[in-house]
């Protein structure tokens, strides 16, 4: 029978995260690695860290899951808004495969998180349209209608007073305008309003570093969606990605069905 413990991997602007999953439970199997992301993060280089985390992880198994922070497309990075952009048009697949030895399947890191939460966190048996956000270097989203995911979503990268949502609130935006609790969340209420008109929502689930100060501005969140935060946080695109690429071979884990 093929195991359920999976090696997941999540690569971020800043760190190259994974651990062994087992994916029945939704947990962590030993310890999470976190390696620093290269700079500059070209594909050799990011491929040279993952080999490396493999290799401290001693996973046996013949596959890998991949959260990557760009669309994926068929195993290709389409995009490349916080990572080098040499990776435009890069098979990650492939490279990783030469890199690992091992199988490697591919997808965009938000949507491994927003899978993980729908499985196993808050979204867990939800219908209608739920919609995850994670807020970190970038603006990254999953979308899911009936517990479905529709891949690629980018919808940190709407419009908003002209700018590209993710520039206008996210994590480098909150530094690079030194924005107090107040201006991140009425921005952030902003863009919420802008999801909320072009989605109608039933439900939207923040994840990524900034969720876990939530309080700090949730007083100024007033979109009429109900919001709240990730359950599973920092281990949702590790979890994700070994749930994704185990589906990705075998089908919907029967539990799921
Ligand atoms: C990228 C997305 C990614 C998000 C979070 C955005 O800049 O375009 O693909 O999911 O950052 O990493």
Known sequence: MQTKNILGIDVGATGIK????????????????????????????????IAELLM???????????????????????SAANIDKSWIGTNVEELLAKTTGLDVIAMNDADAAGLAEMRY????????????????SGLGSALFTDGHLVRNT???????????????????????????????????????HHIDRLFSP?????????SNDFEQFAPYIDVKTKV??????????????ALYAYEAKFGELEQNR
């Open 228 to 241: 709240t935060t990730a359950e599973m946080f920092n281990h949702a695109g590790i979890i994700g990605a």
């Open 18 to 49: 994974g651990a062994i999953v087992d994916i029945e439970k939704g947990e962590l199997i030993g310890d999470r690695i976190k390696l620093a992301t290269p700079k500059p993060a070209t594909p050799d280089a990011v491929a040279a860290v």
């Open 56 to 78: 401290q992880s001693g996973y046996d198994g013949a596959f890998v899951g991949c959260g990557f922070p760009a669309i994926v497309s068929h195993g290709v990075a389409q």
């Open 154 to 192: 980018e919808l940190g990268h709407l419009y908003l007073h002209g700018w590209v949502a993710e520039h206008y609130v996210s994590n480098t935006a909150k530094k690079k305008y030194e924005m107090s609790w107040v201006g991140f969340g009425k921005r952030f209420d902003e863009y919420l």
């Open 121 to 136: 966190g808050k979204g867990r048996g939800l219908k209608g349209t739920v919609l995850l956000i994670t807020i970190g």
């Open 202 to 210: 039933d439900l939207v689930i923040l994840g990524g570093g900034i």
